[in-house]
């Protein structure tokens, strides 16, 4: 369990380092949502590894941090047309394709690339037809994964529920 914490504690410090980097940059629409859905993401999961009210406590805080560090940076960059391939690539998964299936994308534009996989499909209490679904995005120097989970509106377009990359 110390050395679980103390890598937890070093990734989350780290996030830190890079939120505070970002702080005097004026943060677009995107980057802002970003930031908060891999804060959430991370601050509920973090709870989750947690033990007792002041461990589950403390890792909520870090993975809010780190999370929130991770969503923000994620965002930042995929942004432009790397964006539209992105989007495009994860409405024909979701709309098309069964579970455990590959979808991958590639932008000559910037050379960077991803894949997308749809892995649960399901109906919420309330009708909604939603999947969770893991990409991984390949920048030039560096490679970022994310779970997220979408569900199709009324009138056939999906839409994202959380997403470290909206």
């Known amino acids: 369990?110390?050395?679980?914490?103390?890598?937890?504690?070093?990734?989350?410090?780290?996030?830190?380092?890079?939120?505070?980097?970002?702080?005097?940059?004026?943060?677009?629409?995107?980057?802002?949502?970003?930031?908060?859905?891999?804060?959430?993401?991370?601050?509920?999961?973090?709870?989750?590894?947690?033990?007792?009210?002041?461990?589950?406590?403390?890792?909520?805080?870090?993975?809010?941090?780190?999370?929130?560090?991770?969503?923000?940076?994620?965002?930042?960059?995929?942004?432009g047309s790397d964006r539209v391939e992105y989007d495009r690539t994860a409405q024909k998964g979701l709309a098309q394709s069964n579970d455990g299936q590959v979808l991958d994308w590639q932008n000559p534009e910037t050379g960077h690339s991803g894949i997308f996989r749809p892995i649960r499909s399901f109906r919420m209490a309330d009708g909604r037809f939603c999947r969770q679904y893991r990409t991984t995005v390949s920048f030039k120097k560096d490679v970022h994964s994310s779970n997220g989970m979408a569900c199709r509106q009324p009138g056939g377009e999906w839409q994202v529920v959380s997403d470290d990359f909206s």
């Open 1 to 79: 369990m110390k050395k679980l914490t103390a890598i937890v504690l070093a990734a989350s410090l780290g996030g830190s380092v890079s939120l505070g980097g970002c702080a005097d940059n004026q943060m677009s629409r995107e980057e802002m949502l970003g930031t908060a859905a891999g804060a959430a993401v991370g601050g509920i999961l973090g709870y989750q590894i947690g033990g007792g009210m002041l461990m589950n406590s403390l890792f909520a805080t870090l993975g809010t941090v780190g999370g929130g560090a991770a969503g923000y940076v994620t965002t930042r960059a995929l942004m």
